[in-house]
Structures are given as C-alpha cells and as structure tokens.
C-alpha cells in the first residue's frame, strides 16, 4: 500500500439546523424536514429533556428540525410512524440499548485531521521542546500520556499519536499513550477500523502521511487505513462526558476536548471542564475547540493561545515545561 492521496481543504462544517426563510417572523421555526412525521411540542420537549438528562446535550427550539430529522430515520428502520411511539419504546431511557441508538443519532461527528493547526503548531514549538529536554536531563520519564475526549470517528486521537510519535520516537525510548473516548458507539466503531476515504489523506502533512498511512487496495481501493504503529498507539473506549464515571487514570500531559462543550448548557459545561482539570497532569494542556472557553469555570488557568489552557504559566516565559512524569528518573510508566 502506497500513501499518496490528493490534497483538499476540510470541509465547513453543516449547521445543526435549518435556515430561517424570508419573509418568516423572527420567533418563527425552521420548517421540519420533509417526509418526517410531525411531532408534537410535548413529545420535543419529553425527547430534549431526555437526551439531555441521558448526555448533557442542550437542544433548544431552535434544533428541533435537527432532532426531527436525524430520528426520522430511526423510525423508519424501527417500523414506527410517530415520535409518540418512539418516546414509549424508549421507556425514559431504561431500554438502555436503544437510549444508546438514539444519542448515535444525535450526536455531531463532524472532525478533520489535524483540526485547528495552530493549536499542534503551538504543541511542537512551546511544548514539545520542554518535554524532550526534561527527559535528557533526567528531569522526566520518557512517557506522554494523552486524552482525546470527544474522539468522534478517529481523526482527532490519530493526529495527536502522529504528531507525538514524530517528536518522540520509539527508538529513542520514549512512549506514547492516547486514551480516545467518545459517546457515539457508532462513531467509536469507525475510530477503531481506522479506515477513510482516501480524499481525506488531504488533511494529513506529506511526511506524516508517508510515515503512518496506508492507501487501500483491492476491496479497499479508494481508502487509507492507519499503519501499525498508529495503531497501537490509540486505545478507545466509550464514555459520556456528563456522566459521572470518568477515567480512573490521571496526570494526562494533554487532554483534548475540542467542539463538544458548545452543545451543553452552562451548568453541565462547567461541571465537565472541572473534570476535565482534575484529570490533568499539574504542567499538563486543556485544548478545547477554537470556539469554546472555560468562562465560568472557577479554576485558575494560563491561556497560552485562543483555547488551549494550563494550570501553570506558559512555557517561553518559564523556560522548560516539565511533562507529567517530571521528577521520576526511573522511566516507570503511569497508569
């Protein structure tokens, strides 16, 4: 398998829902999508609420053609023809397997590799050189330990593990480790194939898509696949961020946690960015979404470039960052 694939800029992302017509009052609703059964103001407001206790996910008004639209197919498949029937099926999510089918529903997987370049740029610049010279002082281990928390169908956890193993290579004893969660059972299950069409390999920086990717052939022409050693770098499992069952493991060096806390409500954003530092290394990163803040959180941070966070002051006004596993000299691994 051979990696060259052409090159294209990532698409903008589809807005949630549909646009407001001319003519439409301002307080006017988007219409619903056609083919859709109607759904009455009550069963909305009983599957919002639902979603929402089950997720974290705030849908207002606004959404409903969004909600309508992506769980019109599920009725479909279902045999069922109101959301009404839907709502009794789901029993107030104690059928536990289709409250999953519905949140894969809803929930966003819009992602790109390398999202948001100026946020690694900052990585290999500031951070990076911190970390390698800690390690040749013996100041830290030679281990990076990574959270990719919203990890939709790959892209993002990929594209950290490739930028590590690039400044941190195996053969110069360091290791990588990338924890990848998302709530999305479907999303998840197209991270762990780690297979794309191969027009994404545009997203990709040349030398990195030579060192660490496939291109399809045969019944898989018109892919590319991850190679082994991204592979193994990544381990995913499913985890919902407004929930209250978190990794056990701490100290991450990175926690990524990029265009998810935009579709919470305040409350549960605040609570889940809490989290979210709790499980950060005390010279770690927080890397949100370019659109997302921790406004509100009551925690004291560094802001070092527009959403990207550290419990510590920024790396060119102090010197070197040590990573999480500064001050152990034996290399051992934390898990």
């Not at 769980?71 to 999510?93: A, I, K, V, W």
């Not at 911190?130 to 956890?157: L, Q």
């Not at 004893?173 to 299950?189: E, I, K, P």
């Amino acid at each position: 398998m051979s990696t060259e694939g052409r090159r294209r800029d990532p698409g903008k992302a589809l807005p949630g829902g549909a646009r407001r017509r001319e003519g439409q009052g301002a307080n006017a609703l988007p219409p619903l999508p056609i083919g859709a059964p109607p759904i009455a103001d009550r069963d909305f407001r009983a599957l919002r609420n639902l979603i929402h206790r089950l997720s974290g996910i705030n849908l207002g008004p606004e959404k409903r053609p969004l909600l309508v639209g992506r769980l019109n197919r599920r009725l479909r498949t279902l045999g069922l023809s109101s959301f009404r029937e839907y709502l009794d099926l789901l029993d107030n999510g104690t059928n536990a397997a289709e409250a999953v089918r519905m949140l894969d529903c809803i929930c966003t997987n819009e992602t790109h590799f390398f999202r948001e370049p100026q946020q690694f740029e900052f990585l290999e610049r500031a951070v990076y050189p911190g970390w390698a010279a800690a390690a040749s002082s013996g100041e830290g281990a030679r281990h990076i330990k990574v959270w990719s928390a919203a990890c939709s169908t790959g892209e993002e956890p990929y594209s950290i593990a490739m930028s590590l193993l690039l400044h941190f290579p195996a053969r110069a004893g360091w290791t990588v480790d990338v924890l990848a969660t998302d709530l999305s059972t479907s999303a998840l299950a197209r991270a762990v194939a780690a297979e794309w069409p191969i027009e994404k390999s545009g997203e990709i920086p040349e030398r990195l898509l030579k060192r660490f990717m496939l291109r399809g052939t045969g019944s898989k022409e018109g892919l590319m696949a991850a190679g082994g050693e991204l592979r193994s770098t990544v381990r995913f499992q499913r985890l919902n961020l407004a929930g209250s069952e978190y990794p056990n493991e701490k100290d991450f060096d990175l926690v990524f946690c990029r265009n998810v806390i935009i579709y919470f409500d305040s409350r549960t954003k605040v609570e889940v960015i809490g989290r979210l530092l709790r499980h950060l290394a005390p010279h770690g990163y927080l890397v949100l979404g370019h659109a997302e803040s921790i406004y509100g959180v009551d925690v004291r941070v560094q802001r070092h470039i527009p959403a990207v966070y550290s419990l510590t002051p920024c790396p060119e006004a102090e010197g070197t960052t040590l990573p999480a596993s500064a001050g152990r000299r034996d290399g051992s691994k934390r898990r």
